[in-house]
T-cell receptor
């Protein structure tokens, strides 16, 4: 199956700092998704990317579809305590099945 | 609009018992995905359906697991007999059965097998 590696695995940052995380694949994808999971809840869709090079924002979040189509990046600016959670990337090549990354756990220290 | 609805939210039962997890899709969606999440293995796809038809069940651990879609808006995941290693959070997600359609997740069922 497809292998998706997310890095870093975990991050501890001060409130107000910017955050960067990425996801790399062994294969090319046509669609990248980014999700956030809060404790005790299911993953919630943050951003969807559909074209190589695409840059999309959602509030303080910005995600990019890498030009090689094998990677994607998520940035969070001016982090706040409610940004705490696990962030997952997901990629799709064909059909409607997505392959999920291993997650980046974010802790924001007030 | 209601999102994906899963029940129960929590289940604690003794090994050997039958467990049934339930999922209601978002209205209009016609793809249904069952996932299992653990600390060790992360988010694993168990099985998915398009238009009530199972497309890929290669992630189902063994014959003790079975999934059905008795109608277009509802699915069950059954474990019989359950074992302690089945303890995990089980999620279902739904989407439109077209390429590039994002999946929307329920809040999961936290299953503990004693």
């Amino acid at each position: 199956g497809q292998q998706l590696n997310q890095s870093p695995q975990s991050m501890f940052i001060q409130e107000g700092e910017d955050v960067s995380m990425n996801c790399t694949s062994s294969s090319i994808f046509n669609t990248w998704l980014w999700y956030k999971q809060d404790p005790g809840e299911g993953p919630v869709l943050l951003i969807a990317l559909y074209k190589a090079g695409e840059l999309t924002s959602n509030g303080r979040l910005t995600a990019q579809f890498g030009t090689t189509r094998k990677d994607s990046f998520l940035n969070i600016s001016a982090s706040i305590p409610s940004d705490v959670g696990i962030y997952f990337c997901a990629g799709q090549w064909t059909g409607n099945q997505f392959y999920f990354g291993t997650g980046t756990s974010l802790t924001v220290i007030p | 609009d209601a999102g994906v609805i899963q029940s129960p939210r929590h289940e604690v039962t003794e090994m050997g018992q039958e467990v049934t997890l339930r999922c209601k899709l978002i209205s209009g969606h016609n793809s249904l995905f069952w996932y299992r999440q653990t600390m060790m293995r992360g988010l694993e796809l168990l099985i998915y359906f398009n238009n009530n038809v199972p497309i890929d069940d290669s992630g189902m651990p063994e014959d003790r697991f079975s999934a059905k879609m008795p109608n277009a808006s509802f699915s069950t995941l059954k474990i019989q007999p359950s074992e302690p290693r089945d303890s995990a959070v089980y999620f279902c997600a739904s989407s439109f059965a077209r390429p590039n359609q994002p999946q929307h997740f329920g809040d999961g069922t936290r299953l503990s097998i004693l």
